[in-house]
C-alpha cells in the first residue's frame, strides 16, 4: 500500500461515518474504503462511473471531505434500494446550491417511489409469510394424522 498522500491524516486520526471531519482531513482509499465498509473496488468503480472525484497525487487517490460525504449519500442510496443512475442524479444535487425548488421536488419524487416500492415489497412479504404459515401448518396437521 502506498503512503498517505502529504498532509492526508493516519487511519484512527478522526472522522468515523457518523462523525463530522475537520476540514481539511484527508483519506487514501484504503482509509476510505475501511471506514465504510466497502472494497478498494468498490470505491473505484464509484470513481469510474462518475460518482466520485477523489485527487490524484501521482497515482495516489487523496479523498477530500465531499467525497467521504458523497460516499456516505451513495451507500444509504444502496441501503434503500436505489439504482446508481438515480443515486447520481441526487448526489449531484449536493454539489448545487440549495434551495432550488425543482431539485427538492426530485428528490422527494424519488424518495415517494422508493418508498412505495418498499411497502409493496413488505407486503409481499408478508403474503408469503403467511402463504408458508398455512403450508407448514398442513404439513404438521398431514404428519400428525401418520
Known amino acids: 500500500m502506498t503512503s498517505p498522500a502529504k498532509g492526508a491524516a493516519r487511519p484512527g486520526t478522526g472522522g468515523s461515518r457518523g462523525e463530522r471531519a475537520p476540514a481539511g482531513r484527508t483519506w487514501t ?44 449519500l451513495i451507500l444509504r442510496g444502496r441501503r434503500l434500494g436505489f439504482p446508481l443512475d438515480e443515486i ?3 448526489v449531484n444535487l449536493y454539489d448545487v446550491p440549495r434551495g432550488k ?19 409493496q415489497r413488505r407486503r409481499d412479504i408478508e403474503d408469503a409469510l403467511t402463504e408458508l404459515d398455512g403450508f407448514e401448518r398442513r404439513c404438521r396437521d398431514e404428519l400428525d394424522a401418520l
Open 29 to 72: 482509499i484504503r482509509e476510505i474504503a475501511d471506514e465504510f465498509g466497502i472494497t478498494t473496488r468498490t470505491v473505484r468503480h464509484y470513481e469510474d462511473i462518475g460518482l466520485l472525484s477523489p485527487e490524484r497525487v501521482g497515482t495516489t487517490r487523496v479523498f477530500h471531505r465531499r467525497e467521504r460525504t458523497r460516499l456516505s
Open 88 to 90: 447520481a442524479t441526487i
Open 101 to 119: 425548488r425543482s431539485q427538492l421536488e426530485y428528490v422527494l419524487a424519488q424518495i415517494d417511489e422508493r418508498r412505495e416500492d418498499l411497502e
